[in-house]
């Protein structure tokens, strides 16, 4: 039983699968997603406390695995969940997006689990192709996400090349493929040149999944290429997973080593502060918060590099919360954009009095992405700094407290829209945004969550403490 | 770790929370109402009741301690040792009273001012409250962060949603300016904690730190403390968002918003962080004269009746900040009495401002002048704080810049012969207000009252009673300040002897800036913040130095 979830994601894609050799009615294949997402969480849940190997301990599932099942089997369910139905695909590829976004769900599921290379590598690509398909599949009256497709498949190719490239180098170092043996190595690994260039490759597919630079190039172009629903699933998931196995990979030793740590340090700071600035400048929603991620992931590794359970938690702490601010976030903008086109920070004017609770939403989740209490984005970066600082590492500490004051500018540009009447001249779009009830749910949901995660952030830090325990 | 004080059970309830969440509770319970009247009625009862409820606080104090009171305890992120502590001592517990008791004031002034979107605003309002209050009472530096942080998101939505025209501008620059001086403010606590393995403020203060650590400490804290008193140079946020709030808006931000800068000093600074003050204090002495000075001779030069204001606040900041960093008795009794006053007499100001913009509509001198004819009882009201505000004897300000001049002149007798102008400045601009608005004749600019003198009533019952409720106080602290400052003495007594210590000589700054970073040279710092390497953090593993990596692409 314990491979429940895993067994019962393979069902419901396959389920899924027949779904779409007919042509069902419109919303018939949401349904079923809707139905297998939700019991999906409880199957997730329920196997919570499994814990086994299995194919000779390549693929493990203990605590720490099922808890970012839990986090992945929740933001599943809330992109299937986040509005009524595909807008911005075309109607007759609803059952394949469907089918495709379990498929990836559940090759991230498997990603999480493994703890032999190429196990992970193998649910890499599962995560990855399922990815590559969803993001071309738009409106045929949008012409970007063709460019978006190719484009991401591309790098993601490109940086799977790079981290097989690296694999081998590790493997021909450390004659072994198997997590917990190389992490017994580690501190040998990461002391020479070789390792740690080997190393740095080998975490490159997982630092694309990230967006972490300078892997990061095909963010800001994919986010505002592929479908709004689309993006919501790109921008989440898969940083869950890339979390889980950069934690997995560098396991507890990587603070031993001053090369390593020094050249994550480096991508962190990059990554940040590229990744504000950049975010800056933006007019497209989308496209800001592609480069907010890539900013965002080097807060994520900031937490990862300190090597202590107390950065991992933190890192681990600040995916959830990211999750749901993030996804929170891409609510409002699906439900702004009835025919699924982009939204654009003017599109954003008046939205407090079209609909309070969308403007508050998302007032909740950008202020929850900068950082300000409350959120559960303070506490995170709280954590995550903490960490850092413990191990000596102002600089970084410092170049990331003042990239949150930098971030502060463009979050606040969105909520400073949100509240702020149309401008001269513009005509104020006609009429309130109806809210359905599962929107309003929804829009509830995620003030609630993004405030109490973070105001009480205690046991859920306590339980990933607790999972980490079976890493190492 | 034990902490170095107990849990208080002296009333028999958690006096701190039901402050923190009744107004909390009530901004939620107000969501649920309809009807605008229904919600002003609501938000007025729940600041009516939040100030009823804290006088316990003043009634059940014990002045003769310098201990926390009240103290409330509870474990919050026990992985990182975070708690939820309260506790106030002589010093939060005026600031504690003075914003319960300016928060009905507030929603008063507002009854008419606000017409749409009244539901939020109350919110806004209450949560404000709420964080305020956390600020005041928090003994555990994490939770004082939280509160710290999230004030300004109701603050920014009071002045963006209901602000003046240039209402975006002035929340945003608000914003970012007060956010980015807090962010070091957290590099800071994590420092501490790394340092002294706790957040809890009292534990914080009992343990000493190395000078340069302290040195750099301090520099975080007073970067985001000097923005929010505001201490010149970094004063420019406040005329903006001043001039743009709506009027409660303002108050709060006068009375209450502008004391946690100076609170934060007394509080933190002083007793955690002694030598470093010592060694600084001339800095931010002669900050705050230029301060006064500055403060005064712009406000001079002001045709908006809030600007004038805005700027006499700064000039009055400036006072207090005089008395702190002078860290002796009189000196910080002074400028604690002080911050009171501020807020009592500064509030009554800006909600005089606002009751005239009711009428007329507009902020200019110019504008509003020779009013004096027409509203009679109200220009007897702003003609008292007027004198308040240019410390009259007899008035409350008066106590409060005599004590700080004292302690000035005890210590540095040009210091203080240099502040004394800025006395005589605060008269000028107050005195010209005074007169143009009361008896000035047009000079054919304004638009004529002779011709139509209808709007310009005199206060109802609402403002006679805001204005007179705040005029009881200025005479109050003005004849007889004894109460008020009986119940702070033994705590500034004790901050005192928490700054006194003595400690072993400053090194040169080339040296402090060693202690930073170690590996020297290069760096991608290039701000100033604390640095845990004078003194090594107990968690930290490896000794060495960071990477040089690290600093690589600046900012």
């Known amino acids: 039983m314990a491979f429940a979830h895993e067994t019962y994601l393979c069902l419901a894609a396959l389920a899924l699968f027949f779904v779409s050799l007919g042509t069902p009615a419109p919303g018939v294949a949401r349904r079923w997603a809707l139905v297998l997402a939700a019991v999906g969480v409880v199957t997730a849940v329920g196997t919570f406390s499994s814990r086994a190997d299995l194919f000779h301990g390549t693929y493990r599932v203990d605590a720490f695995s099922q808890s970012f099942k839990v986090l992945i089997a929740i933001g599943y369910l809330l992109a299937v969940a986040l509005g009524e139905g595909v807008r911005g695909i075309n109607r007759e590829h609803e059952p394949e997006y469907y089918l495709f976004l379990t498929l990836s769900v559940l090759g991230l599921t498997f990603l999480v689990s493994g703890v032999e290379l190429l196990t992970l590598y193998i649910a890499l690509e599962l995560a990855s192709y399922a990815l590559y398909i969803l993001v071309p599949l738009r409106r045929s009256e949008y012409t970007h996400q063709v460019e978006a497709g190719i484009k991401y498949v591309m790098f993601g190719a490109v940086a799977s090349g790079i981290s097989l490239f690296g694999m081998s180098y590790v493997f021909g170092m450390a004659h072994t493929t198997r997590v917990d043996e190389l992490l017994r190595m580690f501190p040998s690994l990461a002391s020479s040149p070789m390792g740690i260039v080997g190393l740095t490759m080998m975490l490159g597919g997982f630092f694309f999944k990230l967006a972490l630079f300078p892997f990061h190039f095909w963010t800001p172009d994919i986010y505002q290429g592929a479908a709004n629903e689309t993006t919501g699933v790109i921008a989440t998931l898969p940083k869950i997973g890339a979390v889980a196995v950069l934690i997995r990979l560098t396991g507890l030793g990587a603070g031993e080593s001053a090369g390593f740590v020094g050249v994550l340090t480096v991508l962190a700071v990059l990554s940040m502060t590229y990744g504000n600035l950049a975010a800056l400048v933006q007019t497209d929603l989308k496209r800001l918060l592609g480069f907010s991620s890539i900013s965002h992931a080097g807060f994520m590794v900031t937490g990862i590099l300190s090597g202590t359970v107390a950065g991992y938690a933190g890192a681990m702490y600040y995916v959830a919360g990211y999750l749901l601010m993030n996804l929170a976030l891409f609510f409002v903008i699906y439900t702004l954009a009835p025919r699924g086109e982009n939204v654009s920070l003017d599109d954003l004017r008046g939205l407090h009095r079209r609909a309070p609770l969308l403007a508050f939403t998302l007032a909740v989740g950008a202020f929850g992405l900068a950082g300000i209490p409350p959120t559960a984005g303070f506490a995170g970066k709280f954590f995550v700094l903490t960490a850092a600082l413990s191990r000596g590492n102002l600089a970084l500490v410092i170049i990331a407290a003042l990239n949150t004051a930098i971030g502060v500018f463009y979050y606040l540009k969105m909520v400073k829209a949100a509240y702020s009447p149309p401008e001269e001249g513009v005509a104020e779009p006609e009429g309130r945004v109806g809210l359905s009830p599962v929107g309003q749910v929804l829009g509830y949901g995620f003030v609630l969550s993004i405030l109490l995660v973070g105001a009480l952030p205690g046991s859920i830090v306590g339980l990933f403490r607790r999972a980490l325990d079976w890493v190492a | ?555």
């Open chain 2, 1 to 555: 770790m034990t902490p170095a004080f107990a849990i208080d059970h002296s009333l028999g309830y958690p006096i701190l929370s039901i402050l923190i969440f009744l107004p909390l509770a009530g901004a939620v319970v107000g969501l649920a109402l309809r009807g605008d009247r229904t919600l002003r009625l609501w938000a007025l009862a729940v600041t009516v009741l939040e100030a009823v409820v804290s006088v316990a606080l003043y009634t059940g104090f014990d002045p003769t301690t310098a201990k926390f009171q009240f103290v409330e305890m509870a474990d919050w992120i026990p992985a990182f040792g975070i708690r939820y502590a309260l506790g106030i001592d002589g010093i939060s517990l005026l600031l504690v009273l003075l914003t319960t008791f300016v928060m009905p004031l507030c929603v008063l002034c507002s009854w008419k001012y606000i017409e749409k979107r009244v539901k939020e605003f109350f919110f806004s309002l209450l949560v404000m409250e709420a964080a305020m209050i956390g600020v005041f009472a928090a003994l555990d530096l994490v939770l004082f962060y939280v509160f710290w942080e999230a004030m300004l998101i109701p603050m920014y939505l009071l002045i963006a949603v209901w602000g003046g025209p240039r209402k975006v501008y002035a929340s945003v620059k608000f914003f970012l300016y007060t956010l980015a001086g807090s962010v070091l403010l957290l590099v800071a606590i994590i420092a501490l904690y790394l340092n002294a393995d706790t957040f809890l403020i009292p534990d914080l203060m009992a343990k000493g730190y190395g000078f340069a650590f302290q040195f750099w400490v301090f520099l975080a804290f007073a970067l985001a403390f000097a923005i929010k008193v505001p201490m010149f140079p970094f004063h420019t946020w406040l005329p903006a968002a001043h001039v743009e709030a709506p009027t409660a808006g303002s108050v709060i931000l006068a009375s209450v918003l502008l004391k946690m800068g100076t609170y934060g000093f007394l509080r933190f600074c002083l007793p955690i962080t002694p030598l470093a003050v010592s060694y600084l204090a001339p800095v931010f002495l002669w900050g705050s004269i230029v301060s006064i000075l500055y403060g005064g001779f712009v406000a001079l030069g002001q045709s908006d009746m809030k600007k004038l204001i805005a700027y006499s606040s700064v000039g009055h900041m400036g006072f207090v900040t005089l008395g702190i960093f002078l860290v002796n008795l009189r000196g910080i009794e002074g400028a604690v009495l002080q911050m009171v006053n501020h807020g009592i007499t500064t509030g009554a100001l800006f909600i005089c401002v606002g009751i005239l913009y009711e009428r007329t509509h507009s902020r200019q001198i110019a504008d509003n002048s020779a009013v004096g004819a027409f509203m009679p009882v109200y220009v007897a009201f702003l003609g008292l704080f007027s004198l308040s505000s240019l410390a009259f004897p007899g008035t409350n300000s008066f106590v409060g810049e005599l004590l700080v001049l004292v302690g000035a002149f005890s210590q540095n007798k040009l210091l203080a012969a240099l502040a004394i102008p800025g006395a005589l400045l605060a008269a000028t601009y107050m005195l010209r207000l005074l007169q143009k608005i009361i008896w000035a004749r047009s000079d054919g600019h304004h638009h004529g009252h002779d011709a139509d003198d209808r709007y310009l009533k005199d206060l109802d019952l609402r403002e006679g009673f805001m204005l007179a409720f705040l005029s009881v106080f200025v005479v109050w602290i003005g004849l007889s300040p004894g109460p008020f400052l009986r119940v702070m003495d033994t705590s500034i007594g004790h901050v005192v002897a928490q700054a006194s210590v003595a400690g072993e000589v400053p090194e040169d700054l080339p040296a402090l800036w060693n202690t930073l970073f170690p590996s020297a040279g290069h760096h991608g710092g290039g701000e100033p913040a604390q640095g845990g390497h004078g003194n090594e953090p107990p968690a930290t593993g490896h000794g060495g130095p960071p990477p040089a990596e690290q600093g690589a692409p600046g900012h």
